[in-house]
T-cell receptor
Framework: NAGVTQTPKFRILKIGQSMTLQCTQDMNHNYMYWYRQDPGMGLKLIYYSVGAGITDKGEVPNGYNVSRSTTEDFPLRLELAAPSQTSVYFC???????????????????FGPGTRLTVL | SQKIEQNSEALNIQEGKTATLTCNYTNYSPAYLQWYRQDPGRGPVFLLLIRENEKEKRKERLKVTFDTTLKQSLFHITASQPADSATYLCALGPSGGYQKVTFGTGTKLQVIP
């Protein structure tokens, strides 16, 4: 298993440009997430998905869009990039609901290696 | 609003000693709490999960406690090694099986040989 893979690893964008960050997982996980991590700050949830065709906003969704057409892929789209979107982006996945109580298997999030994005 | 606090200052500890990291939270009643390890330039890696009805959980040299009255979790690494140097994140999960956890900012641990 490759786990969670993200591309690209690094990217520099100019203000106003658009791009898509790719995320793929091969663990057949139901849930997928996008986070951003800024220096000295915790992981902030951007968007998440509980299954193919279902997405929802997290804590900081403005300026981003997502889609989930398959179980494996969860791309993050940046439209009209701004300097405030300079950050490290992590994609994660988890198995999902195993029942009414949290389980180690269900709630453990597996993270990708991250994409370092700079907007100039 | 929910708030999770981890010591933002780095923790320096001598090799062989026990490292203790703290995670405090307010305005939150989590069903469970997780600890992750993050190395520079990498994504977090899951270490341990402890539920609200559990007081303590162990895994090899790791021990986690969860005090819902104090609203605090302690993460211990016994016989610490330089390889344990990393940033450790706590994450709180809500009840109801809904899996949207909230992460703390992390504490950087440096184990000195």
């Amino acid at each position: 298993n490759a786990g969670v893979t993200q591309t690209p690893k690094f990217r520099i964008l100019k203000i106003g440009q658009s791009m898509t960050l790719q995320c793929t997982q091969d663990m057949n996980h139901n849930y997928m997430y996008w986070y951003r991590q800024d220096p000295g700050m915790g992981l902030k949830l951007i968007y998440y998905s509980v299954g193919a065709g279902i997405t929802d906003k997290g804590e900081v969704p403005n300026g981003y869009n997502v889609s989930r057409s398959t179980t494996e892929d969860f791309p993050l789209r940046l439209e009209l990039a701004a300097p405030s979107q300079t950050s490290v982006y992590f994609c994660a996945s988890s198995y999902g609901k195993g029942g009414p109580l949290p389980t180690v298997r269900g709630d453990t999030q597996y993270f990708g290696p991250g994409t370092r994005l700079t907007v100039l | 609003s929910q708030k999770i606090e981890q010591n933002s200052e780095a923790l320096n500890i001598q090799e062989g000693k026990t490292a203790t990291l703290t995670c405090n939270y307010t305005n939150y009643s989590p069903a469970y709490l997780q600890w992750y390890r993050q190395d520079p330039g990498r994504g977090p890696v899951f270490l341990l999960l402890i539920r609200e009805n559990e007081k303590e959980k162990r895994k090899e040299r790791l021990k986690v406690t969860f005090d819902t009255t104090l609203k605090q979790s302690l993460f211990h690494i016994t016989a610490s090694q330089p390889a344990d140097s990393a940033t450790y994140l706590c994450a709180l999960g809500p009840s109801g099986g809904y899996q949207k956890v909230t992460f703390g900012t992390g504490t950087k641990l440096q184990v000195i040989p």
